[in-house]
């Protein structure tokens, strides 16, 4: 049955979603999926719609064709139904999740029955980068805010593709660096305005010493 988590904005009003089952399936290779999440093909007989999938995510923009079609076998097609968890927090599986259609929202939880929305993700956005690189526990979860279509690469299949294509590799690894620094200065701005504003202090002008 869906759960309904009571969800807070970071302006703190507060509202409720209906989230599904956020168990996860065995996939192989140490990789779980999250059971709502429906394959929509694989093999050499659905290859051409994962190029045409990945050509339409922001990430791959300035790739090859020949990169793409590369890439094509070391990612999954999946269909995320509005409110289908794509990961759960503390969850100890990695993947890079590329959004082809739809919109995911990020949550944190702040109890075990409250989950505060820190960010909305849409289509051809990009989100795991973190755990893709360091393997840790997710640190939010993302649910399909409506009907998605999501490509999955799990952070043993990414290891496998720089291994067999180290410039590939490279690449790849860079992007995912930019999106973490920029992410990084997105935070770093928000908590000032926040400090500012709970402080009460006005922007100065004066250059700190």
């Given amino acids: 049955m869906p759960r309904t988590l009571v969800t807070r904005d970071m302006n703190h009003r507060c509202t409720a979603v ?5 168990n996860d399936t065995n996939t192989g290779r140490g990789t779980y999926i999250m059971s709502e999440l ?10 051409e719609t994962t190029c045409k999938l990945i050509q339409k995510t922001d990430f791959f923009a300035d790739f090859s064709p020949g990169d793409i079609e590369f890439i094509a076998n070391w990612v999954k097609a999946y269909s995320a139904p509005v409110g289908a968890y794509i990961f759960k927090e503390g969850s100890a599986t990695a993947s890079l999740c590329f959004l082809v259609e739809g919109n995911i929202s990020i949550f ?6 409250e989950h505060m929305k820190i960010a909305d993700i849409l289509a051809g956005g ?11 526990p997710l640190s939010a979860s993302a649910i399909a805010a409506s009907d998605s279509v999501v490509l999955l ?10 291994h067999d294509q180290c410039a590939l590799g490279v690449r790849l690894l860079w992007k995912i660096a930019q999106i973490i620094s920029l992410r990084l200065r997105q935070t770093t701005g928000l908590l000032a305005e926040i400090s500012v504003t709970r402080a009460g202090f006005l922007p100065t002008t004066e250059k700190p010493e």
């Fill in 18 to 22: 209906k989230s599904g089952p956020c």
């Fill in 153 to 162: 690469m799990s952070r043993e299949d990414f290891r496998d593709l720089v």
């Fill in 126 to 136: 990009t989100i795991g980068e973190m755990g893709i690189v360091d393997g840790k």
């Fill in 108 to 113: 944190k939880e702040t109890t075990p029955n």
């Fill in 38 to 47: 429906l394959l929509l093909g694989g093999g050499d007989s659905f290859r």
